[in-house]
Each structure stands twice: as structure tokens, then as C-alpha cells.
């Protein structure tokens, strides 16, 4: 579970002891020189609160430009009618009794918390991401961890995508892979018997019809694209229905292209018309990749030394041979896990993401 804020919490204020030059040791008190005290934090660059809270603010766009954030904590409350934009990773952002406002929040290394807020529309990336008493939000999501609402309704969800050229180092200074994103798989913390408090957003949507791009000249500066071919993030369908029964399984071992080779056998495999389900980087061991490579596992157990493995699962009609096929073609020269046949395929996946959800707490 994501943990509570205080309400209206301000960044905490230095409590270091202050560093007392001493006379040394013998000198006559009267001679020795009295210097006042050194204090921790005047040696440390002054953090003025205010540049990191949008307060009471109405039908303004307002914003954060990238490295201006720079994984502080941020507070946004009581606004109204207003387009907030942070391009800048940060440490834990809370979003309060805010009303009709249009949001995009880059990546949050803890927790983002919306209370007591109402017809919002957000584009949001997390670790943690959490509800209580919302109204009518619609959110294009990427979070590390299993999302939760509580005592919230008219919720919609749509897997995050956006794009500009700074956003790949922030994911990581916020220490999120783009690969992890449970953005469908929501917790109702307090569900009601037969109504349903969220639901997904139409696989339609296109972010900018929702929160569009910036019009002040200083956030037109960032050089955003809401193209979902652009986006950081890979689309996937999440928990939506599957088109086919048949799915596949690749895997990507720890190395210097991983990331990229990943992202080439997305681009192959929607570019044929198959659709990514779902993508996880995660570490394994040897027992775990007995488990889930079975008879392969030894081809690929000495490769789990380097780091995490990237797995995505395709869906669609002939998906397994299409897989087989890219990766002999593209990826000749790397050892990259596919399912063999149609019949084995899905018990790669429930295997795989079994152990995924076990090793990440889902």
C-alpha cells in the first residue's frame, strides 16, 4: 500500500547541529579569535518552498521546466481551471482540492497522491499512485506498482504516453524502468456492491484531446510530442480483452542494447499488426529461470549475472512464428528468449508474470 501524507506537509526544514569553531586547546581566551558559528545549512543551496507549491491558483497555466525540480518534492492545491505542467522528476508530489485542472506530471520517484479532487484530466508516471475522494478523474498512467483508489469514483484509466527529449533521463533519475507500468491493474481499496468506481479509458483516446500541449511561451520551450509511436513509455493493452488466444513471450538479457533491442522488437511486431499486452523488467535467479524457461534454462541461466531481464508478451494470430522469425532476422547475434510453439506460449506468460508480480509484491 502507498503510505499517507499529512495534509498541506511542507518540505522539512534542516535540523543539524550548527559547527562550532573552537579556540584550541592552551590559546589565552583572551587572544583567541571568536568565530560565529557555521550552521549545515548555510553551506547547502536555500530551498524556498514556494518554488515547489502551485497554491490557489485560477484558470493559469503554470509549470516547471526540465532540471527545475530536480527530485524535490512538489505541492499542488487548491486550483481551479488551471493546466500545470512539470517537466522535471520529483521526489513525491500530493495533489489537493484541486477542481477542473489539466495535468502532467513527469516522473515521481515515490508516491502521487490526489485528494478531495474533481474533473481533472492527468498524465501521470510513478512509482506508487494513489486516490481518496476523487470525482471524475481521467488518467493516461504509468506506474511501478499496483494503483489504488479509495472512496473515489468516475475514474478512468489509459496507459501513459508521452514524449520529449529530456523525459528518458528523468525516468531514470527517478529510478523507473519504462517497461514496468500496472497502469490497468487497479486496487478499489473501497469497492461498492454492484457499481463499478473506474474504469479504462477508450483505446481511442489520444492524450492531447485531454491535457493539450502548453501555450505559455516559456513551456512551449519543452519540446513535447503526444505521438503514441513517440512515446517513452510502450503502449500496451494492459488488462483490456485480448484480440487472440494465441500470445508469445520474448525475453531480453541484461547488455549494452537491451533497452533498445526491446523497443526495435515492439516497433517489428505492432508494425505487423500484433498488439503488446504487456512488458516487465525485472531480476531473476536460477531457480526462477527454471521455472519459467523450463528445458532452456541453462542456455540462459549464466546471462542473469548481468541484470535484469526485459520481457514483453504479443498477442495476436501467428504471433509466435512472427516472433521466432524477427528475432532470427534482426537479432541474430543476441541470445533473446521466444516461446517455441503456440501450445507452450501461454504457460510462458502465466509463468513469467507469476513470478514477475511474486518478485515485485503485486
Same mark, same amino acid.
Given at each position: 500500500?502507498?503510505?499517507?501524507? *499529512?495534509? !498541506?506537509?511542507?518540505?522539512?526544514?534542516?535540523?543539524?547541529?550548527?559547527?562550532?569553531?573552537?579556540?584550541?586547546? @592552551?590559546?589565552?581566551? @583572551?587572544?583567541?579569535?571568536?568565530?560565529?558559528?557555521?550552521? =549545515?545549512?548555510?553551506?547547502?543551496?536555500?530551498?524556498?518552498?514556494?518554488?515547489?507549491?502551485?497554491?490557489?491558483?485560477?484558470?493559469?497555466?503554470?509549470?516547471?521546466?526540465?532540471?527545475?525540480?530536480?527530485?524535490?518534492?512538489?505541492?499542488?492545491?487548491?486550483?481551479?481551471?488551471?493546466?500545470?505542467?512539470?517537466?522535471?522528476?520529483?521526489?513525491?508530489?500530493?495533489?489537493?482540492?484541486?477542481?477542473?485542472?489539466? &495535468?502532467?506530471?513527469?516522473?515521481?520517484?515515490? *508516491?502521487?497522491?490526489?485528494?478531495?479532487?474533481?474533473?481533472?484530466?492527468?498524465?501521470?508516471?510513478?512509482?506508487?499512485? !494513489?486516490?481518496?475522494?476523487?470525482?471524475?478523474?481521467?488518467?493516461?498512467?504509468?506506474?511501478?506498482?499496483?494503483? &489504488?483508489?479509495?472512496? =473515489?469514483?468516475?475514474?478512468?484509466?489509459?496507459?501513459?504516453?508521452?514524449?520529449?527529449?529530456?523525459?528518458?533521463?528523468?525516468?531514470?533519475?527517478?529510478?523507473?524502468?519504462?517497461?514496468?507500468?500496472?497502469?490497468?491493474?487497479?486496487?478499489?481499496?473501497?469497492?461498492?456492491?454492484?457499481?463499478?468506481?473506474?474504469?479504462?479509458?477508450? #483505446?481511442?483516446?489520444? +492524450?492531447?484531446?485531454?491535457?493539450?500541449?502548453?501555450?505559455?511561451?516559456?513551456?512551449?520551450?519543452? !519540446?513535447?510530442?503526444?505521438?503514441?509511436?513517440?512515446?517513452? &513509455?510502450?503502449?500496451?493493452? @494492459?488488462?483490456?480483452?485480448?484480440? =487472440?488466444? #494465441?500470445?508469445?513471450?520474448?525475453?531480453?538479457?541484461?547488455?549494452?542494447?537491451?533497452?533498445?533491442?526491446?523497443?526495435?522488437?515492439?516497433?517489428?511486431?505492432?508494425?505487423?499488426?500484433?498488439?503488446?499486452?504487456?512488458?516487465?523488467?525485472?531480476?531473476?535467479?536460477?531457480?526462477?529461470?527454471?521455472?519459467?524457461?523450463?528445458?532452456?534454462?541453462?542456455?540462459?541461466?549464466?546471462?542473469?549475472?548481468?541484470?535484469?531481464?526485459?520481457?514483453? #508478451?504479443?498477442?495476436?494470430?501467428?504471433?509466435?512464428?512472427?516472433?521466432?522469425?524477427? +528475432?532470427? #532476422?534482426?537479432?541474430?547475434?543476441?541470445?533473446?528468449? +521466444? *516461446?517455441?510453439?503456440?501450445? =507452450?506460449?501461454?504457460?510462458?506468460?502465466?509463468?513469467?508474470?507469476?513470478?514477475?508480480?511474486?518478485?515485485?509484491?503485486?
Amino acid at each position: 500500500m502507498g503510505c499517507f501524507f *499529512s495534509r !498541506r506537509r511542507k518540505p522539512a526544514q534542516g535540523g543539524q547541529l550548527p559547527l562550532q569553531q573552537q579556540a584550541g586547546a @592552551g590559546q589565552d581566551a @583572551g587572544t583567541s579569535e571568536q568565530k560565529a558559528p557555521q550552521y =549545515s545549512w548555510d553551506l547547502r543551496a536555500k530551498i524556498d518552498p514556494k518554488d515547489y507549491t502551485f497554491s490557489g491558483l485560477k484558470n493559469e497555466t503554470v509549470g516547471r521546466l526540465p532540471g527545475k525540480v530536480a527530485g524535490q518534492q512538489f505541492v499542488i492545491q487548491d486550483c481551479e481551471n488551471c493546466k500545470i505542467y512539470i517537466f522535471d522528476h520529483s521526489a513525491t508530489i500530493t495533489i489537493d482540492d484541486c477542481v477542473n485542472c489539466q &495535468i502532467f506530471l513527469g516522473p515521481i520517484k515515490g *508516491s502521487v497522491f490526489f485528494r478531495d479532487c474533481k474533473d481533472c484530466k492527468c498524465v501521470v508516471a510513478c512509482q506508487q499512485f !494513489r486516490t481518496r475522494d476523487c470525482r471524475k478523474l481521467e488518467v493516461f498512467l504509468c506506474c511501478a506498482t499496483q494503483p &489504488i483508489i479509495e472512496s =473515489s469514483t468516475g475514474m478512468k484509466f489509459g496507459c501513459f504516453q508521452y514524449y520529449y527529449p529530456e523525459l528518458a533521463l528523468q525516468f531514470k533519475d527517478a529510478g523507473l524502468s519504462i517497461f514496468n507500468n500496472t497502469w490497468s491493474n487497479i486496487h478499489d481499496f473501497t469497492p461498492v456492491s454492484g457499481e463499478n468506481n473506474w474504469g479504462l479509458l477508450p #483505446e481511442t483516446a489520444v +492524450v492531447q484531446d485531454y491535457v493539450p500541449l502548453p501555450s505559455s511561451e516559456e513551456l512551449k520551450a519543452v !519540446r513535447v510530442s503526444t505521438d503514441a509511436t513517440k512515446s517513452i &513509455i510502450p503502449i500496451t493493452r @494492459g488488462r483490456r480483452q485480448k484480440n =487472440s488466444d #494465441e500470445s508469445c513471450l520474448a525475453v531480453f538479457f541484461a547488455g549494452d542494447y537491451t533497452t533498445a533491442n526491446a523497443r526495435k522488437l515492439i516497433d517489428e511486431m505492432t508494425g505487423k499488426g500484433f498488439q503488446l499486452v504487456q512488458t516487465k523488467e525485472v531480476l531473476m535467479k536460477a531457480e526462477d529461470a527454471n521455472r519459467v524457461f523450463q528445458q532452456s534454462a541453462l542456455e540462459f541461466i549464466p546471462l542473469l549475472e548481468k541484470g535484469p531481464v526485459v520481457a514483453l #508478451e504479443f498477442n495476436g494470430d501467428g504471433a509466435v512464428e512472427q516472433c521466432q522469425s524477427t +528475432v532470427n #532476422e534482426v537479432f541474430s547475434g543476441t541470445k533473446v528468449f +521466444v *516461446s517455441e510453439s503456440k501450445a =507452450s506460449a501461454s504457460q510462458d506468460v502465466d509463468n513469467f508474470y507469476n513470478f514477475a508480480d511474486m518478485q515485485m509484491g503485486m
